[in-house]
């Protein structure tokens, strides 16, 4: 024996839309981290070298300028990816917590 088919198709019910988890924050707190210590490390060599050059009357070291401001640019571009990667797993946090029921 077959089972009759209805003689009106079921209707489907309504999913909500996925929405999108977000991008990954991890490699850009990686990069940006690092960018912070490159730069930390290049700015402290940068003073260190401007003092070493200001105490010894027999030194000659004038390079030392573009090596602190070289090491703050990269500290500040690290900061805003820290800061950016943050702002990410926040997002994403935030998605997982209204996703699994949330108010």
Do not use: C
Not at 60 to 72: E, Y
Request: hydrophobic share 50%.
């Amino acid at each position: 024996m077959t089972t009759p088919k209805p003689a009106v198709p079921p209707i489907p019910k309504k999913v909500p839309a996925a929405v999108p988890a977000g991008k990954a924050s991890g490699g850009l707190i990686l990069w940006g981290v690092v960018a912070l210590v490159l730069g930390q490390v290049l700015y402290a060599a940068g003073q260190q070298s401007q003092l070493n050059a200001a105490l010894s009357p027999y030194s000659t070291d004038t390079g030392s300028g573009p090596l602190i401001f070289i090491g703050a640019a990269i500290s500040i571009v690290g900061l805003v990816l820290v800061v950016r990667a943050v702002l990410r797993l926040a997002e994403r946090i935030d998605f997982l917590y209204h996703r699994n029921g949330g108010r």
